[in-house]
């Protein structure tokens, strides 16, 4: 039997080929079956189908327990989100109240105070003078 994979010692693959022999199918046959086995038993599965199980037949049966289902997440949903929605209706409140304090005046653009701010070379009036060197 050849044997093309890398990094198996050779105990491994003695084990490997008695486990062949004594199962008489192929070498792929049985490490596809060991893989599988251990995949199932690493996720806890204690068995890995070979097929994907048929969906159930959709029957007003199989459906109304799915519907309750949804309507009882619809409700929690519902009671965890109401707190939020309060929550962001005092917070706009609280804004609109702020805004109504301030001054009627329009707040200044970006580039309406950039052309009536003086030069650079020109200290601000509320600045101090620059210190006198010796």
Known sequence: ??????????????????AVEASGGTMGEWLG??????????????????????????????LEPLAERIAAAERRTALMVAPL??????????LEGLES??????????????ASSPSDDTPAPDSAPPPDRP
């Open 101 to 114: 304090r301030l001054p009627s005046s329009p707040v200044p653009s970006a580039e309406s105070r950039a």
């Open 1 to 18: 039997m050849p044997w093309s994979i890398k990094g198996v010692s050779t105990e491994a693959r003695e084990a490997a080929r008695a």
């Open 33 to 62: 079956e060991a893989i599988r086995a251990v995949a199932a038993e690493e996720r806890g599965v204690a068995e890995m189908p070979d097929a994907v199980p048929a969906a159930p037949e959709m029957t007003p049966e199989t």
């Open 85 to 94: 929605h309060e929550l962001l209706e005092t917070i706009a409140r609280r």
